[in-house]
């Protein structure tokens, strides 16, 4: 499986998710700048994946620094942080990695730059093994839902170019076929950006799954003649009470899920939970440009001048959903207070 975002000492390789899957090509960041730039036009998308590509870009930036004292080289981290931070607001993930980055410098304000530039690194590198580790923790909780004979509807890509690696909603797929499960996956193509199409399709045929690609709005009419067993999908920021802010149309399909008596689970690695949000209501829904929508892959489909609303992504209200697979286990979504102190 090709990796989504790889540090290279004294830059960072970004897979252009942009060309999938029509090409393999990468993109050489040699600067932060370049990095803020590959995750707002979405060259990396997905929540972890954007996390660990922030974290890298503030080790790029430190590694590059001249200052030689720690206010200097504070300021200057900073402002790195804040321009990681002001890419995209909906996924928690960017925001966790830059308290985690934030918090080490703080700690470590004695030492010297050479130092903190070595553990900034260190730090970036450790979020994305970590990543890793629990997207498998996720796939092996998350595998017992997968019965023999399931059709499983997913959204967007929740997979390993989602991720530092191996996906969160994808992970119990590839753990239940490791157990020899024989199971059907249909992806939703996922309208405007086509992650479903282009990437979730792709990757889960190079890993050998069953995939059937469905148009967005087909989700509900294959629950109706019994051919969805159960759901899964990722998450860009869950909040306290369990209400789950994914890609635009997660909540019509957890809606549906509910009137068939559907399962609609969310693979959440504690990374996407946000522990200090009570509520989705206080999640800052990203809008995209409407040329997203009257277009596809450049070439235009809706009259020129019509408007357009382009929500990246919906709330799905906590009552949807059936429980989250997590790297600690799974919990309903009463439960995921629990989590913090786990
Ligand atoms: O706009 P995107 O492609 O970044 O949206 C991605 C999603 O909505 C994913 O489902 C979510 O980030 C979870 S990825 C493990």
């Not at 928690?92 to 410098?105: G, P, Y």
């Not at 009470?241 to 504690?270: R, S, W």
């Not at 450049?298 to 949807?320: C, H, M, S, W």
Request: glycine share 8%; aromatic share 8%; net charge neutral.
């Amino acid at each position: 499986m090709v990796k989504a975002i790889e540090w290279k000492e004294d830059r960072v390789l970004i897979l252009d998710q942009r060309a999938l899957p029509l090409e393999v090509r990468y993109i050489e960041c040699n600067d932060y700048l370049a990095v803020v730039e590959a995750i707002r036009n979405l060259s990396i998308r997905g929540a972890p994946a954007i996390g660990i590509a922030a974290a890298m870009g503030v080790a790029l930036a430190a590694s590059q620094q001249k200052a030689s004292y720690f206010a200097g080289f504070y300021r200057v981290m900073k402002k790195v942080m804040d321009a990681m931070i002001a890419t995209r607001p909906t996924a928690v993930n960017i925001e966790w990695a830059m308290k985690r980055m934030d918090s080490l410098l703080l700690a470590n304000s004695g030492l010297g730059t050479q130092e903190l530039k070595e553990m900034l690194i260190e730090e970036a590198l450790k979020i994305h093994r970590e990543d890793v580790e629990a997207n498998r923790k996720i796939g092996q909780y998350g595998a017992s839902i997968i019965k023999e004979g399931y059709g499983i509807l997913t959204h967007c890509n929740a997979g390993a170019l989602a991720t530092g690696g191996y996906g969160t909603a994808t992970a119990p797929m590839l753990v239940a076929k490791e157990q020899g499960k024989r199971f059907k996956v249909f992806a939703d193509e996922t309208r405007p950006v086509l992650q479903g199409a282009r990437l979730t399709a792709w990757e889960l045929m190079q890993c050998g799954i069953d995939v059937t690609l469905i148009t967005d709005n087909s989700a509900g009419w294959l629950m109706n003649r019994g051919m969805i067993n159960l759901a899964i999908v990722g998450t860009d920021r869950t909040t306290i009470n369990g209400d789950v802010a994914n890609k635009i149309g997660t909540y019509t399909l957890a809606v549906l899920c509910k009137e068939h008596g559907i399962p609609f689970y969310v693979a959440a690695p504690t990374s996407s939970i946000d522990f200090a949000m009570s509520k989705g209501e206080d999640i800052a829904i990203e809008q995209r440009s409407p040329e997203e929508v009257t277009t596809i892959q450049g070439k235009r489909i809706a009259p020129e001048g019509v408007k357009a609303l382009n929500y990246a992504f919906d709330v799905t209200p906590a009552q949807y959903v059936t429980a989250f697979l997590t790297e600690k286990g799974i919990f309903k979504p009463q439960e995921l207070q629990n989590l913090a102190w786990l």
